[in-house]
Nanobody
């Protein structure tokens, strides 16, 4: 399974950006799709996640401003970021915790899959 994130860019504080992530491969089912952010010298931190059943989880700093969604039929996740602040800047990564995939040996799980990052810059 491969993940491709897109949609990053530069925006002024108060603006909006939407990030998208698509999983490709012989995907049968994805458990949780999540977005993480990393800034220089820091660990990646969870921004938002959504379980296959629809349960959403947000970092306190983005609650009320960011919205995570997913399309299970298309194996995609979207992170809508509104009212962006300079502290929201960083490289955003899409993550899958566990994916059921088709293999020649039958369905098997792949775990802890990271996508390529996409840069978000917010100017004050």
């Amino acid at each position: 399974v491969q993940l491709q994130a897109s949609g990053g860019g530069s925006v002024q504080a108060g603006g909006s950006l939407g990030l998208s992530c698509v999983a490709s491969g012989k995907v049968i089912m994805i458990d949780t799709m999540a977005w993480y952010r990393q800034t220089p010298g820091e660990e990646r931190e969870l921004v938002a996640s959504m379980a296959k059943g629809g349960t959403q989880n947000y970092a306190a700093s983005v609650k009320g401003r960011f919205t995570v969604s997913r399309d299970n039929a298309k194996d995609t996740s979207t992170l809508q970021m509104d009212d962006l602040k300079p502290e929201d800047a960083g490289v955003y990564y899409c993550h899958l915790d566990r994916v059921l995939v088709r293999t020649m040996r039958g369905p098997q799980y792949e775990n802890d899959i990271w996508g390529s990052g996409t840069q978000v810059t917010v100017s004050s």
